[in-house]
């Protein structure tokens, strides 16, 4: 008879049962592979700040997942922020000079939690099979992402809590088709008008302020320079930017490498 977990795993993965052996030897087989790329990262990292050289640290999801500045509980596990770049790097907190904050030119979110800008209905379809890389569904679970409009409360909050030094705004082709373009510019909050990113508790009460943009109807994909963007494309970047505070001077304006604008 084999064993219980031998059992439970073909009948649950349905695929063979694992051997210890084999995965060990396919272990040791990467082991050999990796072994050259291992290292002491600080010491790695300590020897190339001293050569002034030039170092890209991604982080992973964004300020409002943060445990700590983020809407709990909604949350990840681990800080999301810049400032911890230095903690888990070890790279003095004073040599991390440039912060770039990725801000989609809408809103999309994963999962449950507040989400003052959201769309519904149709409304909400026609920008999600336009926007992302091929649409805003999951990489992994191809679930559909829930949209809004461009948050600046939100936005403008994230970036100071990320120090952020420039922006990087991004999926800007997405909005090409719409005649006006929706942005929130503040949250209604028992009645009353506010500019500053409220406390969870109080953003459940939040209503968004909306400003109507007037659309450039047209594609901008494969367009470099700033400058010949259509009017209102480029009004929207600058409306976007002043209510951020932080300049936007990368623009992304379709999925491919090549399809990024420098200001």
């Known amino acids: ?19 210890a052996d084999e995965v060990y030897r396919k272990l040791m087989k990467y082991k050999e592979m990796l072994a050259p790329y291992v290292g002491d990262v600080f010491h790695f990292l300590y020897r190339a700040v ?19 500045f983020g ?14 770049g230095a903690v888990s790097t070890g790279i003095p907190p004073y040599d991390i000079k440039n912060i770039i904050a990725v801000v989609k030119a809408y809103s999309s979110a994963v999962g449950a939690g507040e989400f003052v800008s959201e769309i519904f209905g149709d409304e909400a379809d026609e920008l999600r099979r336009r926007g992302g890389d091929g649409g805003e569904f999951g990489a992994t679970t191809g679930r559909p ?25 991004t999926v800007l082709d997405a909005l090409g088709y719409l005649d006006e373009i929706p942005v929130c510019v503040a949250y209604e909050l028992d009645g009353k008008r506010i500019d500053d990113f409220p406390t969870t508790v109080e953003l459940r009460r ?23 963007l259509p009017e209102n494309a480029r009004r929207y970047v600058e409306f976007a930017e002043k209510g951020i505070g932080v300049p936007i001077k990368i623009i992304s304006n379709g999925p491919s490498r090549d399809d990024i604008i420098y200001r």
């Open 1 to 19: 008879m084999l064993p219980l977990k031998n059992v439970y795993f073909e009948h649950l993965y349905h695929r063979p049962a694992l051997s």
């Open 50 to 68: 001293r050569e002034g050289k030039n170092i890209l640290l991604e982080g992973q999801l964004g300020a409002l997942k943060d445990p700590d």
């Open 71 to 84: 809407i709990y509980p909604m949350v990840t596990s681990s800080n999301t922020l810049a400032a911890y």
């Open 145 to 169: 992402r829930r949209m809004g409009w461009l948050d600046l409360v939100a936005s403008r909050y994230g970036c100071r809590v990320q120090g952020a030094t420039c922006v990087a705004l």
């Open 206 to 228: 939040c209503k968004p302020v909306l400003k109507k943009l007037p659309g450039w109807k047209c594609d901008i994909r494969g367009i470099r320079r700033y400058e010949d």
